[in-house]
């Protein structure tokens, strides 16, 4: 639901001002890469855990 909303709300902005649909496409690219360094932190402490618990 939510990606649908997005999109839509992209589409929606494309019409009116593409400053605005470039400024979100950077905030979804940062939003993404602070996601991926999330999910390699949590995996990294997994790790650490298992290790602990040998």
Do not use: P, S, W
């Not at 639901?1 to 470039?22: E, S």
């Not at 400024?23 to 996601?35: K, R, S």
């Amino acid at each position: 639901m939510t990606i649908v909303t997005a999109a839509g709300g992209v589409f929606y902005v494309i019409k009116y001002d593409m400053d605005v649909v470039f400024i979100m496409l950077v905030l979804a690219c940062a939003v993404m890469f602070n996601i991926t360094q999330t999910l390699k932190t949590i995996l990294r402490t997994d790790k650490h855990k298992g290790r602990n618990l040998e």
